[in-house]
């Protein structure tokens, strides 16, 4: 077996969402069930996604993704619909050794 599923206490831990659409809104949602302090980052964001943030769920970062964001998180999650900016946050996620998903491709977790 090549990935080994685990748990992760994420309460009030600092989690980056990179993408602005419904998938990345669901993945934010569940980090906030966790009890994630979730950060999205996108240009543009879906209605739910805005819904999360005006409910105080989430903070927006309304912006394209750049490495400084990465800071201080303990997981990302890439959910943008652009292979080469979900590449680039694995690549830096992976450099600076912080957990990483990357949302329908297996090979970049």
Same mark, same amino acid.
């Given at each position: 077996?090549?990935?080994?599923? #685990? /748990? ?5 831990? =600092? *989690? #980056? ?5 419904? @998938?990345?809104?669901r993945?934010?949602g !569940? ?25 105080? +769920?989430?903070?927006? &970062?309304?912006? !394209? /993704? @750049?490495?400084?964001? &990465?800071?201080?998180? #303990?997981?990302? @999650? =890439?959910?943008?619909?652009? +292979? =080469?900016v ?11 050794? @912080? ?7 297996? +090979? !970049? *977790?």
């Amino acid at each position: 077996m090549e990935y080994l599923p #685990l /748990f992760v206490d994420l309460k009030d831990r =600092a *989690c #980056l969402v990179v993408g602005g659409g419904e @998938i990345a809104a669901r993945k934010a949602g !569940l980090l906030r069930k966790a009890n994630a302090n979730v950060t999205i980052v996108a240009p543009e964001i879906s209605v739910s996604t805005k819904s999360m943030i005006d409910a105080g +769920e989430a903070v927006w &970062l309304n912006s !394209l /993704f @750049i490495g400084e964001q &990465l800071s201080d998180q #303990l997981l990302v @999650i =890439a959910a943008t619909n652009d +292979e =080469a900016v979900n590449r680039d946050v694995y690549d830096q996620a992976k450099a600076k050794n @912080i957990l990483v998903n990357v949302v329908d491709s297996p +090979e !970049l *977790c």
